[in-house]
């Protein structure tokens, strides 16, 4: 059976509204028993951070939308940022020396998937995140064949 956890928010369009859309991403991974890795963590957080803070450096309007899906069967987080600028975000390559512009290379690099879409009210800008492999959890195992084959074994152990 196919899980998918979505939930959406609102941000108002801010510097300050990057950390606290981490958090808020952060808060609904863990509400939704979703596990996380190192690797994983740091993508996350690093894409949250890097699609709000484009969305706030480059878009318009005075509020962002943020949408976040968990879909465990396909093992991927997936993270979407809307604003009212009908711009699509331009990957750009820096100078060493530059102090910013590296947002979407990041995000190029730390997600599997990446994009961005004009909508009726100007864009989405998402990413997809992959879930480290959860563990094998199936049934447990009916212990009563062991009992059975412990009883052939050992009649007189199994005796009360």
């Known amino acids: 059976m196919k899980h998918v956890n979505s939930q959406s928010f609102l941000l108002v369009r801010a510097p300050t509204s990057v950390a606290i859309g981490r958090r808020r991403v952060s808060d609904l ?4 028993c979703v596990t996380l890795d190192d690797d994983s963590n740091m993508a996350m957080t690093t894409v949250v951070s890097e699609l709000v803070t484009n969305a706030v450096s480059h878009g318009t309007g005075t509020m962002l939308e943020v949408i976040v899906r968990a879909d465990a069967g ?15 975000p331009r990957t750009y390559f820096p100078s060493p020396d530059a102090e910013n512009g590296r947002g979407m290379v990041l995000v190029a690099h730390l997600a599997i998937a990446h994009g961005a879409e004009r ?42």
């Open 74 to 88: 396909r093992g991927r987080l997936t993270v979407e940022v809307h604003d009212e600028s009908p711009a699509l």
């Open 29 to 32: 991974v863990n509400t939704w």
């Open 119 to 160: 909508t009726l009210r100007g864009k989405r800008v998402w990413a997809e995140i992959e879930l480290p492999p959860r563990p094998a959890s199936g049934p447990s195992p009916d212990p009563r064949p062991a009992l059975r084959a412990a009883r052939l074994r050992f009649p007189e152990a199994t005796r009360s």
